[in-house]
């Protein structure tokens, strides 16, 4: 349990007026109470975090998750539900007089709510869906969630690295791709954040290019885009370079790319906000002539989640906050020639920002 | 895509009064269209199906995996949404004359219904909350894809044994678990089904125990729970052994868990109802003395997910039906002393099972 989060966010339930708040989301519940169990999907919960207004918070979970549940929740009453959580709720909301119920509605199905709502008008409670109330929390990371994920970055960089150095002509995206997952795991990792990216030639125009037994040629374009969880926290990184000759238009465009994942860098700062950010990177690439080959935005926020608050798209008009660590990641994508993406992250200080990144493969201009 | 599985559905569509149904689980997307794109969580979506009730059915994407979505997706409109998908569906529904449109309520979340309603009341359309639409087509296999099934069994067991053979006093848990997840990916795997459960000793009285740095001793339980993904198709199996000599009490156990399991096994057939195949392995467990500490339900459906239809359980009074697949899963778990859990999977036939495994490790009586 980390006590002051789980404090804060018991004065926020009691500034919105809510008596309590169920967490559903994996990562919030493990934030809240270093309870580290896997959900199967989201229909397959390992357990549900009931956080009164004040007092101990509950973990509800089922005898399977009993022992991991007590040595890893410190702090937490845990509560097991035989009857399904719905049957527990309806006990435990009137003895902890609970009048006013929070629910991650971002985090919670349609087919469960429709039991949840059924089970709060038997004992008159009324349901708050809530978006976001702690995934704001996560977003602003303290000094040592910025050393975790700057560790994360760093066994990334040097899983990259050792792979890196025995890439050749002749081997496969698919043998590329296990090589990596594989040294993750060896060098100390929990497992890759997302599964790893590696496309040649013209697989890398697709950005979420699964890999394939395409085999390596001389002088064709590699990008890889790869991650990993170490102590929780996730690392993001994309490179994008070739094994051997590289054409004239490769190093054209790779530096055009950039120009403009540094100029995003360089729009990175406290109080900027998120949209400015992505158009600062994306004005680049327009103006070299391939604005309609960048088609995803430049960047997301990354830490327990590899996908997390705040996002760096067209659409964000929020401010940036020191304590945010994002990904800056532009492309230019021709679905018959092949892509180019960099991606690197960052920590958003007061003034400016700080890049977690060392590695510089690829980012010569 | 499969067109029989698409005819299929549109059948069930006209006789249910639907226009069209969206479809946002990832498993069945990939049953229904062949595309294999994998969602990052519920939050963020690969794409979407709209099947109407006769005629083309499209896939609803973004241009991250536009051209993976048109190689893959055979027979299929693929439609990219560059401001969200709801703004999509505004113009498609009335175009496609949508009136009735069915959505998977336990895979979709409450906040993006609460969209999905305001752009339904906006185009005049009537939402229609469905459960297990595709599922319970899924939940039956053809011979085709009980093929595909046993070939991720035996995979699973060639990588066990590969592994079983190497195992020593001295290896921790967290070794072992990577030895297995490397072997499953080197020989061929798309990757484990689930997170392996290495446990050792005590570890082992944990159903869902992950891996520790604990250091395997002479004599000791070795808890194995294990699975992969070979085309699309996942594999579960469970065994418990010692590495050394084991103790009278664990060969007595691991016989009452081997007998529960030949109890449910023999229980299996066309027509059996689901928690009486349950109640016949509980019921071993129980006469032995140990009914207290056999707190899962005894299996559950393995096909394209992990965890599938039809669930093992002592509330399920659904009947099996012919092609189903069920793991058939009992243990025994003591909280100071550890655990013993044995599961093979096995198809349901008329007149029986046909159990998938050939692994015997443990099993002899």
Same mark, same amino acid.
């Given at each position: 349990?980390?006590?002051?989060?789980?404090?804060?966010?018991?004065?926020?339930?009691?500034?919105?007026?809510?008596?309590? *708040?169920?967490?559903? &989301?994996?990562?919030?519940?493990? #934030?809240?109470?270093?309870?580290?169990?896997?959900?199967?999907?989201?229909?397959?919960?390992?357990?549900?975090?009931?956080?009164?207004?004040?007092?101990? /918070?509950?973990?509800?979970?089922?005898?399977?998750?009993?022992?991991?549940?007590?040595?890893?929740?410190?702090?937490?009453?845990?509560?097991?539900?035989?009857?399904?959580? #719905?049957?527990?709720?309806?006990?435990?909301? /009137?003895?902890?007089?609970?009048?006013?119920?929070?629910?991650?509605?971002? #985090?919670?199905?349609?087919?469960?709510?429709?039991?949840?709502?059924?089970?709060?008008?038997? *004992?008159?409670?009324?349901?708050?869906?809530?978006?976001?109330? *702690?995934?704001?929390?996560?977003?602003?990371?303290?000094?040592?969630?910025?050393?975790?994920?700057?560790?994360?970055?760093?066994?990334?960089?040097?899983?990259?690295?050792?792979? #890196?150095?025995?890439?050749?002509?002749?081997?496969?995206?698919?043998?590329?791709?296990?090589?990596?997952?594989?040294?993750?795991?060896?060098?100390?990792?929990?497992? /890759?954040?997302?599964?790893?990216?590696?496309?040649?030639?013209?697989?890398?125009?697709?950005?979420?290019?699964? /890999? +394939?037994?395409?085999?390596?040629?001389?002088? &064709?374009?590699?990008?890889?885009?790869?991650?990993?969880?170490?102590?929780?926290?996730?690392?993001?990184?994309?490179?994008?370079?070739?094994?051997?000759?590289?054409?004239?238009?490769?190093?054209?465009?790779?530096?055009?790319?950039?120009?403009?994942?540094?100029?995003?860098?360089? $729009?990175?700062?406290?109080?900027?906000?998120?949209?400015?950010?992505?158009? $600062?990177?994306?004005?680049?690439?327009?103006?070299?002539?391939?604005?309609?080959?960048?088609?995803?935005?430049?960047?997301?926020?990354?830490?327990?989640?590899?996908? &997390?608050?705040?996002?760096?798209?067209?659409?964000?008009?929020?401010?940036?906050?020191?304590?945010?660590? *994002?990904?800056?990641?532009?492309?230019?994508?021709?679905?018959?020639?092949?892509?180019?993406?960099?991606?690197?992250?960052?920590?958003?200080?007061?003034?400016?920002?700080?890049?977690?990144?060392?590695?510089? +493969?690829?980012?010569?201009?």
């Amino acid at each position: 349990m980390n006590k002051q989060r789980v404090k804060k966010l018991q004065k926020t339930l009691q500034r919105r007026k809510l008596d309590a *708040v169920l967490i559903t &989301e994996p990562h919030n519940r493990r #934030y809240l109470s270093g309870y580290t169990a896997a959900d199967h999907g989201i229909q397959e919960t390992a357990g549900v975090l009931l956080i009164p207004k004040k007092g101990r /918070p509950w973990l509800l979970t089922d005898s399977r998750f009993a022992l991991q549940a007590e040595e890893e929740a410190q702090g937490f009453a845990v509560e097991l539900y035989t009857k399904g959580i #719905y049957a527990l709720l309806k006990k435990l909301l /009137p003895a902890l007089n609970v009048r006013r119920l929070g629910f991650e509605s971002h #985090y919670f199905l349609h087919s469960s709510s429709a039991k949840l709502e059924d089970m709060a008008e038997k *004992v008159k409670v009324e349901l708050v869906p809530l978006l976001d109330l *702690v995934e704001r929390m996560r977003a602003i990371k303290t000094e040592e969630e910025i050393q975790l994920i700057k560790e994360s970055v760093l066994l990334n960089e040097q899983v990259f690295q050792a792979v #890196y150095k025995t890439l050749a002509p002749g081997m496969t995206e698919i043998e590329i791709a296990l090589a990596l997952e594989q040294s993750m795991q060896t060098m100390g990792a929990e497992g /890759p954040s997302f599964e790893t990216i590696v496309a040649f030639g013209s697989n890398a125009a697709k950005p979420h290019a699964v /890999p +394939t037994n395409r085999v390596l040629q001389d002088g &064709e374009i590699v990008l890889i885009d790869m991650g990993l969880v170490l102590q929780g926290y996730c690392s993001d990184m994309t490179r994008t370079f070739v094994i051997g000759k590289a054409k004239k238009k490769f190093k054209q465009r790779l530096r055009i790319v950039r120009k403009a994942q540094l100029a995003g860098i360089k $729009a990175i700062r406290a109080g900027a906000v998120c949209r400015e950010v992505d158009k $600062a990177a994306r004005k680049v690439i327009a103006d070299a002539g391939y604005g309609d080959f960048f088609g995803h935005s430049l960047g997301h926020g990354v830490g327990l989640a590899v996908h &997390e608050a705040p996002g760096l798209g067209s659409r964000n008009r929020k401010k940036l906050q020191a304590g945010m660590i *994002v990904t800056i990641e532009p492309g230019i994508y021709l679905p018959d020639w092949g892509g180019i993406r960099l991606e690197n992250m960052a920590v958003v200080r007061e003034d400016g920002c700080e890049v977690l990144n060392e590695d510089s +493969t690829g980012l010569e201009l």
